[in-house]
T-cell receptor, first 118, second 115 residues
Framework: GAVVSQHPSRVICKSGTSVKIECRSL??????MFWYRQFPKQSLMLMAT?????????EQGVEKDKFLINHASLTLSTLTVTSAHPEDSSFYIC??????????????FGPGTRLTVT | KQEVTQIPAALSVPEGENLVLNCSFT??????LQWFRQDPGKGLTSLLL?????REQTSGRLNASLDKSSGRSTLYIAASQPGDSATYLC??????????????FGQGTILTVHP
């Protein structure tokens, strides 16, 4: 099956700094990727839809100036958490769909990035 | 707004038992429903995907059914093993408009299979 990677897997940063998380589709092209956030013992909440070559679409309540998304190529989307605060500490997961595969509807998820803001 | 509910929230069973996890959703206009497994601190592994026109899918010891009209899905795990211990999430993709590709997740069922 298709593989999605994320980097880094874990990051600890100080309050006020910015952190960039990468999401890559390793063996397929992804015109659309999705970014989710998961708090401890809670489910995944969609943050935004990342579109290659255009602006991301953010879900209601997600601050677009705080969570900057750039989909620079067909295999890479980045999420930058700007001026991070402790409440931004969470597990961030991306997903992508392989439109060219026979499993048209299936989404493939990255392994996640654990962000801790101190 | 689509809401997804999973019951039970947690389940502990002895090895070898057959078990059923339940998922319900409020809006029946879906493209598909997907079941995932998540191990602690890890990403999601897709288990089964049922398209809206299908009623069930099977993979090994797993069987998932979908009743779109009643907004329900079940995941059946046969002959459970300790390695099945994980959180199981169901997610629906809502049909139409700007929702294409977006998944709405349930809260998950934490499954523990003890030897």
């Amino acid at each position: 099956g298709a593989v999605v990677s994320q980097h880094p897997s874990r990051v600890i940063c100080k309050s006020g700094t910015s952190v960039k998380i990468e999401c890559r589709s390793l063996d397929f092209q992804a015109t659309t990727m999705f970014w989710y956030r998961q708090f401890p013992k809670q489910s995944l909440m969609l943050m935004a839809t990342s579109n290659e070559g255009s602006k991301a679409t953010y879900e209601q309540g997600v601050e677009k100036d705080k969570f900057l998304i750039n989909h620079a190529s067909l295999t890479l989307s980045t999420l930058t958490v700007t001026s991070a605060h402790p409440e931004d500490s969470s597990f961030y997961i991306c997903s992508a769909r392989d439109w060219a595969s026979g499993s048209f509807y299936e989404q493939y998820f990255g392994p996640g990035t654990r962000l801790t803001v101190t | 707004k689509q809401e997804v509910t999973q019951i039970p929230a947690a389940l502990s069973v002895p090895e070898g038992e057959n078990l059923v996890l339940n998922c319900s959703f409020t809006d029946s206009a879906i493209y598909n429903l997907q079941w995932f497994r998540q191990d602690p601190g890890k990403g999601l592994t897709s288990l089964l995907l049922i398209q809206s026109s299908q009623r069930e899918q099977t993979s090994g010891r797993l069987n998932a059914s979908l009743d779109k009209s009643s907004g329900r899905s079940t995941l059946y795990i046969a002959a459970s093993q300790p390695g099945d211990s994980a959180t199981y999430l169901c997610a629906v993709e809502v049909a139409g408009g700007t929702s294409y590709g977006k998944l709405t997740f349930g809260q998950g069922t934490i499954l523990t299979v003890h030897p």
